[in-house]
């Protein structure tokens, strides 16, 4: 699990405090730096983030304000010199703020704290999508609602990937292949290669080597996932 995460500050050192700490936490990827809020909106248009680090006192945009102008809000760590904005910072549902000057024991305090919350949406979207059976993607500027019962089986294409669903139907959108297999119900979707997820209902003729799905598409098994795949078959497999 690699947390993605965006740091934004105006003072160069302090961007670069942040983001050398992001760097050497394991479970953290750094996909961005940014010395004002407008250069992060850029990149929030075009990355996937699940965590922002943001100082608040920046000029033009501050990080308060450019939270609260996020629709769609990532976790959010404040880094403040000021006390008194932590009040604020929690009322715009930060998980965490940081008072400079910090070291690395007060980052890995809020770099756990953020990982806590990760890990939990993640769980509610996974139990989310067994009660209703729904994932919403947003694709080509609209965002559809799919059933997990229509997929056949998800391609990826390094930062996109591409959903083929029953029909013939594909919808292409921005997020990694390992996010979407950890939202996935396992009793449902499997891994089987680098590129690729199947959902096993649509499965029609599978080996070790490859998988034939419900439309006809013959998919090859990665060297890291055969095991996996040979368990499957094997404790459900019907001798005669």
Do not use: W
């Not at 419900?214 to 795949?229: A, I, P, W």
């Amino acid at each position: 699990m690699k947390i993605k995460c965006l740091a934004i500050d105006d003072e160069p050192l302090a961007l670069l405090q942040l983001r050398t700490m992001i760097e050497k936490t394991p479970y953290l990827e750094l996909v961005g730096a940014c010395e004002d809020a407008f250069e992060a909106i850029r990149i929030l248009n075009e990355e996937e983030v699940d965590a922002i680090f943001v100082d608040i006192n920046m000029p033009d945009l501050n990080g308060l304000d450019f939270v609260r102008s996020l629709t769609d809000k990532p976790i959010i760590v404040f880094t403040t010199a000021y006390r008194e904005y932590a009040v604020e910072g929690f009322e715009v549902n930060a998980v965490d703020y940081i008072l400079k000057p910090f070291g690395v024991p007060e980052f890995q305090k809020s770099a756990a704290k953020v990982k806590r919350q990760y890990e939990l949406e993640q769980m509610a979207l996974r139990e989310q999508m067994l009660n209703d059976d729904n994932l919403f993607i947003k694709a080509d500027y609209r965002t559809v609602r799919v059933s997990l019962s229509q997929i056949v089986y998800v391609e990826s294409m390094s930062e996109y990937l591409r959903l083929h669903l029953d029909g013939g139907e594909k919808l292409v959108f921005l997020m990694s292949i390992k996010r979407l297999s950890e939202m996935l119900p396992r009793n449902q979707f499997m891994r089987i290669h680098r590129s690729h997820i199947i959902n096993i209902n649509k499965v029609q003729e599978m080996s070790r080597m490859g998988i034939r799905m419900s439309d006809g598409t013959v998919l090859s098994v990665g060297d890291l996932y055969k095991e996996d795949v040979q368990r499957y078959i094997n404790q459900r497999i019907i001798n005669n």
